[in-house]
């Protein structure tokens, strides 16, 4: 069964900021000390490794390798299951899973090297086509500028985030005295040091996995006093190719990379039990997150933790994600162009990214003919007697309209106003000052619930099965949820929460720092009591957070109600769980709160958009 869709908080115009540095892990490198890491792995890693396209740009040496492999698989194919085959600068209209794409480019110089792997990866050698790519330099290229080469891989990692990028050392000779061993040395060590310092690279150290003998010595020869790698000589029979020696051992470091990355140390993972959905603001990305029941990431590796929705499809900045739904059991994502009034949704798949790339299958506009200038805001959605309704609030003129889809489908159910859309009320607007917090089901009505932020009063509004207010008069289709308490500008509605069967609203004070609740009535839309203790109260009486906390989400983690909260300063997401009177169960870490996760930071130009459940 799909996951339900939560609505995330929101402002009109403004959601809520959260993510940091795109996502962080450890790096995976391979040389001489872990280079036959594949003979230990489980097989459950080797099933992995065996799911894998890659795509493999080289010349000579590269060959070698590539030789290597193919002398593995003919021996074990039970253990050794990639399978290789010779391409070109462009994919096939199909790639198959375990299988290495080698390209035999030449030696055209290293600089063309760099510019022909760009021009591959543009011409589809990246995800979905192919999982990793790899571009590598022959022991001829001596000369490389190692700085071009980070660039242009860094560019093609931030135009491709799904693909994984392989970086390699240039590949040594055996004993020379000469300049161009000591070139080769800076090159590689100039790259180690820059990945050391990095996170979520990959680096087949081919040089150091050259310079070691079998039992351990490294080998080095020096140049003016500088000392630096050569390769052992019983790996090679002309002084720089590879001996079957020498290839079979690169071939089991190119296995040992491959097991690296699929594995990290985590076969097994948590179940997820919700997924967080982040779109990005300036690149038009849109992640997400697997969180477990803890309410931790359950990885925090690539395409296991987290992973993006599409790899190709990015939206510019007038695009806002404006809810998530859950249609014909399927997970749908709704887009509002704030430019041109397009209303487009995504559909998305069990692993959740999109269903397909294409328009009208993965991909398509809510309606053909209507197109809403930059006063209306999608501001909820919201179901109906099993239909889904998008609704939306204008700005400049107050009023408050529906969009009905059609029956199981994204699409506006027709363009005709009364039918296929209308307005919540004929006769009451609303100023720019109110804004729609949140919707809940009392007493088998649904209520929308209205903050107006100048003078703190808090509305509801009673609408039936059409989305038509109920009522035009005060206290029987709207009314205000207390008369006697109003809450300064400061304080923010958050949203509504049930708590054992009675529905409670969340408050944050970006000032102080503060988080409240209020308690409904069973019946109506009404505070309980406007007495501490009894009709409201504190969160947590120890706990107060900041200006740069924003309350993101209010979902639930093993099956206990839970606030989502993100830091913009340092990029953490952290959660608090409730007890059934609506304060903190517990004051320690890990216990009534806790980190999302303590690697993964995202900056504030993402934003936390909605969870699916």
Request: aromatic content about 12%; some cysteine.
């Amino acid at each position: 069964m799909r996951k339900k869709c939560i609505w995330v908080l929101m402002c009109f115009g403004l959601v809520v900021s959260v993510l940091g540095h795109d996502a962080q892990a450890a790096n995976v490198i391979v040389n001489h000390e872990n280079w036959n890491h594949y003979a230990d792995v489980t097989d459950d890693v080797r099933a992995q490794v065996a799911t894998l396209k890659i795509f493999f740009a080289h010349a000579s040496v590269g060959g070698n390798m590539v030789s290597g492999m193919e002398d593995l698989h003919s021996e074990n194919s039970t253990t050794y299951m990639i399978q290789n085959t010779s391409d070109d600068a462009s994919p096939p209209s199909a790639t198959e899973e375990g299988v290495m794409y080698d390209y035999s480019r030449g030696n055209p110089g290293w600089a063309e090297k760099v510019s022909l792997f760009e021009n591959y990866i543009s011409n589809g050698w990246h995800a979905d086509s192919v999982d990793m790519v790899i571009n590598k330099f022959c022991y001829i290229d001596q000369s490389a500028d190692w700085e071009t080469y980070r660039d242009s891989m860094l560019g093609l990692e931030s135009s491709y985030p799904s693909t994984i990028f392989v970086y390699m050392t240039i590949p040594i000779k055996t004993a020379e005295n000469s300049v161009s061993g000591w070139l080769r040395q800076q090159f590689n060590e100039n790259l180690r040091t820059w990945i050391a310092s990095q996170d979520n690279k990959y680096l087949l150290d081919i040089a150091d996995i050259e310079a070691y003998s079998p039992t351990g010595v490294e080998q080095t020869s020096s140049y003016n006093d500088n000392t630096y790698q050569i390769m052992y000589a019983s790996y090679s029979s002309d002084g720089g190719h590879l001996n079957s020696t020498g290839r079979v051992r690169m071939a089991k470091a190119m296995y040992s990379l491959l097991a690296l990355t699929v594995d990290s140390s985590e076969t097994t993972l948590p179940d997820t039990d919700q997924v967080y959905i982040w779109q990005h603001r300036r690149n038009g990305k849109t992640a997400f997150w697997r969180i477990a029941e803890t309410g931790k990431l359950v990885s925090s590796n690539y395409n296991k933790g987290w992973g993006y929705v599409s790899e190709s499809l990015t939206l510019s900045s007038h695009w806002n994600l404006g809810g998530l739904t859950t249609i014909s059991d399927q997970n749908v994502l709704f887009w509002q162009n704030g430019s041109n009034g397009k209303v487009a949704y995504w559909t998305l798949n069990d692993s959740y990214q999109l269903t397909d790339e294409t328009q009208d299958s993965g991909w398509g506009y809510v309606s053909d003919e209507i197109e809403l200038d930059s006063a209306w805001s999608l501001v909820k959605i919201i179901t109906l007697d099993s239909s889904k309704f998008l609704l939306w609030q204008n700005q400049s003129n107050g009023k408050v309209a529906w969009w009905k889809l059609g029956a199981d489908s994204c699409k506006i159910a027709n363009n005709t106003q009364d039918d296929g859309w209308g307005y919540v009320s004929d006769s009451i607007t609303l100023d720019s000052s109110w804004r729609l917090a949140d919707s809940l089901e009392q007493d088998g009505s649904r209520y929308l619930l209205w903050q107006k932020e100048s003078n703190g009063k808090v509305a509801w509004w009673k609408i039936d099965s059409s989305c038509k207010l109920a009522n035009e008069t005060q206290n029987d289709g709207w009314g205000y949820v207390c008369e006697e308490l109003t809450l300064k500008s400061a304080w923010t509605l958050a949203g509504a929460v049930s708590l054992s069967s009675t529905n409670m609203l969340i408050w944050q004070n970006r000032n102080k720092g503060k988080v409240a609740w209020w308690k409904l009535n069973t019946n109506g839309c009404t505070l309980v009591s406007s007495e501490q203790g009894n009709g409201w109260g504190w969160v947590s009486e120890n706990n107060t957070l900041n200006s740069s906390w924003r309350l993101a989400a209010i979902t639930s983690l093993q099956d206990t109600p839970a606030l989502v909260w993100q830091k913009q300063s340092n990029g953490k997401v952290a959660w608090w769980k409730l007890d059934n009177s609506g304060t903190l169960v517990d004051e320690t870490e890990d216990s009534g709160w806790g980190f999302a996760s303590d690697e993964v930071t995202l900056n504030s130009s993402w934003t936390l958009s909605g969870v699916i459940r």
